[in-house]
């Protein structure tokens, strides 16, 4: 059952932007003073001129806020957003451990590779390194690499990185 959303109390919910208006709607948030997260990564692009490297947002559509229920409320009014994601009618929450998570990954830049021990599937927490304590589940394995997927459920999307070989990784119990 969805948690009853308390008007003074923050949490963080996504919402869905126009079509390539995530930029727009972060400038737009940030006016209100809210606090917005829209998550990035640096890509690189070809034309047939020339090479560039662009910032583009990881989930196409989305940005998120860490608002209470008025200030969710502003914040869907702006031009550039449509609607709160919602699950039965309700704004749907977003746990802060995944918002965490992702900022986390992010902000490591990270290319490497994790233990061969994992099998996929599994749930881990990383134990040592710049990811300490980030949860997520081994989704892919390739000669002698794998990667892990931190999920933001809600969405049903998921990040997936390649971690250091040195990184501990603990399989967690569910």
């Not at 609607?83 to 929450?93: G, L, Q």
């Not at 081994?138 to 999307?157: H, M, Q």
Request: proline share 5%; hydrophobic share 40%.
């Amino acid at each position: 059952m969805p948690e009853k959303i308390n008007n003074k109390v923050k949490h963080w919910f996504a919402l869905y932007t126009k079509p390539r208006h995530e930029f727009k709607a972060l400038e737009q948030i940030r006016a209100l003073s809210i606090e917005v997260y829209l998550p990035t990564i640096i890509v690189k692009k070809k034309w047939s001129d020339r090479k560039k490297k662009v910032e583009e947002p990881i989930f196409r559509g989305y940005i998120f806020i860490y608002a209470d229920g008025h200030e969710r409320l502003i914040s869907i009014q702006q031009s550039s957003i449509v609607r709160t994601i919602c699950f039965n009618d309700k704004p749907s929450i977003i746990p802060e451990w995944q918002i965490e998570n992702l900022r986390r990954l992010l902000s490591e830049k990270p290319e490497v590779f994790v233990t061969d021990k994992i099998e996929v599937g599994a749930k881990v927490r990383i134990t040592d390194g710049p990811f300490s304590d980030v949860i997520g589940i081994v989704t892919e394995y390739k000669k002698g690499e794998k990667y892990l997927a931190v999920s933001i459920d809600l969405l049903r999307r998921s990040v997936l990185v390649r971690l250091p070989e040195e990184s501990i990784v603990k399989i967690v119990e569910n």
